[in-house]
């Protein structure tokens, strides 16, 4: 029901009716609010999974599924990917708007300055296995990171918070390069305050104390627009994980450790990982007949990885950034005829053409083309999750940041349905 003053949906339970308050937002579907039923009625509302709950308010991404639209801000994901860089997509998410020159130049100082980490770090490293998944190892480090930089840290102070928010944006690629060296047993790589924040972690992935590393441009373009496509998606899984820890006024880098753990899964982060791993299994492209006719079978458990998304049904408006880039850097790294792209390449036509994931709209994603990009980079399968955890810890920050400026925001605790016994007598 609706007047010109206000709206409201109406809820009747047994012969009492509740009027339940409509919010309007900007752009997007409309949210009943139901905060205050269980206090007016006793009664809660039952939605696994979340999938029709607004968690919070924000103002940071917005997605329209249906149509394949992004946002960040208010700008559009592709606007972005090819007209800024990654740092400029930070201090967009960050600040609401994006930096003027000088704004930018004072942000990227920052970013350099705190690049490094305190050096007993290097010690942490040790007490994994050199075999051990770099996302596990990246969870521990950052965690480790609230015994360093959490003394006299306020979350209630602005500019405490702003401090917190460019420690965690400027280290994190550090501690990944860090663990991906541990993997193969080479030196740890100090970060340069002269490249760029992109050009700078290629450095410290790929370079050796032995011989000069320059990154290439185009790759650092490419890794750079796979930064900017993964830095936020509202309120999904790795972000509603890191809000609710924050809501009850964890640490920041505890809170940014817990995003990792919940994007390391391969319903989420892990996506791209198993494309590569799914292309492996495929092993040529005269097996990929095969395979789709799996991939439509229900009764076989096979999956076609980087097909399709939750959210999008539609072309992922990532990935239409992306096809372009993968492109560009197979032709710049003479990577045509790498076994598991040409798998990819044929992979990717054969669905474009085929009824069954037309009509179905199961479009390759983002994850599937980064994880050929990545691929062809030279990066291993195992960093894929590591590097999307990196990009996406500037929207983790940035929404935790929200969070704590937002009066409405509570401590998270949800309600259950209990389905067990209701009481039962204690017996030996």
Known sequence: MSNQENEFAELKIGDKTYQLPVKTATIGHKVVDVSKLYALSGYCTFDPGFMSTASCTSKISYIDGDNGILRYRGYDIKDLAENIDFLECSYLLLNSELPNK????????KI?????????????FGAFRHSGHPMAILIGAIGCLAAFYHDGLNIRDKDQREIAAINIIAKIPTIAAMAYKYSIGEPFVYPKTNLSFTANFLNMMFSVPSEEYVPDPV????????????????????????????????????CIS???????????????????????????????????NRAKDKNDTFRLMGFGHRVYKNYDPRAAVLKVTCKNVLERLNQKDNPLLLIAT????????????????????????????????GIPSQMFTVLFAMARAVGWISQWKEMLEDEEQKLYRPRQLYKGYAMRPFKR
Not at 112 to 124: D, P, W
Not at 224 to 240: G, M, P, R, Y
């Open 102 to 109: 000088a704004q930018y130049e004072e942000f990227a100082k």
């Open 112 to 124: 350099a300055r705190h690049s490094m980490v305190n050096e007993q770090l290097r010690h942490i």
């Open 219 to 254: 790759v650092v373009d490419a890794l750079d627009k796979i930064f900017i496509l993964h830095a936020d998606h509202e309120q999904n899984v790795s972000t509603s994980t890191v809000r609710i820890v924050g809501s009850s006024g964890a640490d920041p880098f505890a």
């Open 258 to 292: 817990a995003g990792i753990a919940s994007l390391w899964g391969p319903s989420h982060g892990g996506a791209n990982e198993a494309v590569i791993n799914m292309l492996r299994e495929i092993k040529s492209p005269e097996n990929i007949p095969h395979y789709i």
């Open 346 to 377: 044929e992979l990717e036509r054969i669905a474009l053409q085929d009824e069954y994931f037309i009509t179905r709209k199961l479009y390759p994603n983002v994850d599937f083309y980064s994880g050929i990009i990545y691929q062809a980079i």
